[in-house]
């Protein structure tokens, strides 16, 4: 989505940001990073992700077991899974919302959820 590549390029642009994504395997890798790189994201220019922030995982639970590693102020994340496990650890978690799901960590007071990136950060 455009909106959310204008996002993302606001927000790395000001903040030490990181890509923490699962694949099934080398070729899920090379596709997520070959697509970030054509949209212009990847790179060593302001707005842009360097390569080394780049990190993948093959499970839900590799996922959190990285980003507990990174301890970031903030977590934005598609997976009620992943914030609900990461709920008790991180200062501040985005759930981003599909139409008709339910939003995670209900009653977490560092639970927030959007339906959009571009939504949370207008």
Same mark, same amino acid.
């Given at each position: 989505r455009s909106e959310a590549v204008d996002v993302l390029r606001e927000v790395c642009s000001c903040a030490d940001t990181y890509i923490v994504t699962q694949v099934q395997d080398d070729i899920g890798q090379a596709v997520l990073s070959g697509s970030l790189e054509a949209a212009g994201l990847v790179g060593s220019q302001a707005g842009q992700l360097p @390569?080394?922030?780049?990190?993948?995982?093959?499970?839900l639970d590799g996922k959190?077991?990285?980003v507990r590693q990174l301890e970031p102020d903030l977590h934005i994340d598609g997976s009620a899974?992943?914030?609900?496990?990461l709920k008790r650890f991180m200062p501040r978690l985005l759930h981003i919302t599909q139409p008709g799901t339910a939003a995670a960590g209900q009653?977490? @007071?560092?639970?927030i959820s959007s339906r959009s990136l571009q939504s949370y950060f207008s």
């Open positions: @390569s080394h922030h780049l990190l993948f995982c093959s499970t959190v077991s990285i899974k992943t914030i609900d496990d009653g977490s @007071s560092n639970v």
